[in-house]
């Protein structure tokens, strides 16, 4: 049985050729021709039930489209390319409310996305992008090249932006990834001085600098390892003075200058039990005392920030309303102003400089104009104090998994890796054992498995 015909394609009428029902229809004088010469009309169905077409030179042309297509459109490959003429301006308020996560992870990307993604490639359309433009965009971001990124900040501005595109293949709008492929730079290792944590005697100077109602706070962030969060949420409440433990249930958040209470902590590792050394039960117990306003009520996320039960708080200020002293949460942001007076005064602080070119608008045009802007990165951080207390546990023989729950992480491999390399002197360690004999080394150097 042959093939029944279904005049699809079909040809297009056209005043130069010279086929019959081109001549019946635009009739003139010009050579008739047994096959039609002009082009070719291919209708199809696209899988939402729409009637398209599209026209080729050829019947060949048109014939091979029309098997393609089909083909696509049975398993499911096909993609309507007018979807990918929107910008990325315009994918991203599509697809930005389908994003979930923490709060401040959300904040972190939005940012990233308006200051590295949005000025150099918003006005491009999906169907612009190739791997090449996405790398040099990525190159061009890294300090290395004058750019306004460290290696780690890239490779999180280039996941944003290999997501989006991600999602737009998978929403059938470009047939596949440009960003695929596109190699990151790499994150330079510091060197072991610099990866060192800060020890006691340097936090016991900075702590001398520091303003006398903070004290409390850094002794016990270096007593117990918590995190920033931990410590800024934590709640008269879950101190358990007679077991001498910290139960770690929340954590305050500050997302775009507003501060959050937040009910579990970083991961699920976080819900955890800390001991309390007898120097932080001191203190503790010296600033309970010192505060007998303190509210010991345990209330749940749901009633607000209460600081009326927060351990730490910022420094009693008096109302201009009521005129009465209240407690305020503690910010970051604040105290970190204060640590790096504080780490200068010490001597402890080691600075460093980068210098970076961005892009920023003329204050009187508006054009975008080059800027040359410097960074400076500080040592040690607050954060570093988490260092020194693993350290200090690695030092003393606890068990890895154990000091992977008193500090909260899920990987036990991770506080290897990030924190016990930086306690040992290696350099010290060898140069006793080669000079045995002639200091008074006793102890040789051992191999332990």
């Known amino acids: 049985m042959g093939r029944k015909t279904t005049n699809n394609p079909r040809p297009n009428p056209s005043m130069t050729c010279g086929c019959p029902p081109c001549l019946a229809k635009y009739p003139g004088d010009r050579p008739p021709s047994p ?43 096909w993609f309507d390319p007018a979807r990918s003429e929107i910008t990325l301006c315009a994918w991203h308020q599509l697809w930005w409310p389908t994003q979930t996560g923490e709060e401040t992870t959300l904040d972190r990307d939005s940012r990233s996305y308006r200051n590295h993604i949005e000025p150099h490639l918003g006005a ?31 490779v999180k501005a280039f996941q944003i ?52 109602y ?58 955890r039990s800390v001991p309390l050394t007898g120097l932080a039960m001191r203190v503790l117990r010296d600033l309970h005392a010192a505060e007998p306003t303190a509210s010991l009520a345990e209330s749940d996320v749901k009633d607000g ?26 910010r970051r942001s604040s105290f970190r102003r204060l640590w790096i007076k504080a780490i200068k005064a010490a001597g402890v602080a080691r600075e460093t400089v980068k210098e970076y070119v961005t892009q920023e608008p003329h204050p009187e045009t508006g054009r975008m104009r080059q800027v040359k802007k410097k960074r400076t990165e500080y040592w040690p951080d ?13 030092e003393r023989g606890v068990p890895e998994v154990i000091t992977q729950e008193i500090l909260g992480h899920e990987r036990a491999g991770r506080v290897t890796w990030l924190y016990t390399h930086a306690s040992a002197d290696h350099a010290l360690q060898v140069l006793a054992a080669l000079e045995e004999g002639k200091r008074g080394a006793k102890r040789p150097l051992r191999l332990v498995a």
């Open 35 to 77: 096959e039609h010469t002009g082009s070719w009309e291919a209708r199809y169905t696209d899988p939402t039930g729409r009637a398209r077409s599209k026209t080729k030179p050829t019947e060949e042309q048109a014939v091979a489209f029309l098997e393609q297509t089909r083909t696509e459109i049975r398993l499911r490959t």
């Open 124 to 154: 491009m359309k999906l169907y612009e992008f190739s791997w090449l433009g996405i790398q040099i965009w990525v190159n061009s971001l890294h300090d290395a090249n004058g750019g306004p990124l460290a290696a780690s900040s890239v």
């Open 161 to 212: 932006l290999d997501r989006m595109l991600e999602a737009a293949k998978r929403d059938t709008r470009i047939p596949f990834n440009p960003a695929e492929g596109v190699k990151l730079p790499k994150i330079k290792k510091r060197h072991p001085e610099d990866r060192r944590p800060p020890t006691y005697a340097q936090l016991w100077l900075i702590r001398a600098h520091l303003p006398e």
């Open 214 to 271: 903070t004290h409390a706070l850094q002794i016990v962030a270096q007593e117990t390892g918590l995190r920033w969060g931990e410590l800024a949420g934590l709640r008269w409440c879950r101190v358990d003075f007679k077991k001498r433990l910290i139960h770690v249930h929340e954590v305050l958040t500050e997302v775009r200058g507003k501060i959050k209470r937040k009910a579990y902590p970083k991961s699920d590792a976080g819900l």
């Open 305 to 330: 920030l209460r600081p009326e039960e927060l351990v730490f708080h910022g420094r009693n200020e008096r109302s201009r309303v009521t005129h009465e002293p209240y407690r305020a949460p503690i």
């Open 382 to 394: 607050f954060h570093d104090q988490r260092h020194t207390f693993a350290s200090r546990l690695h």
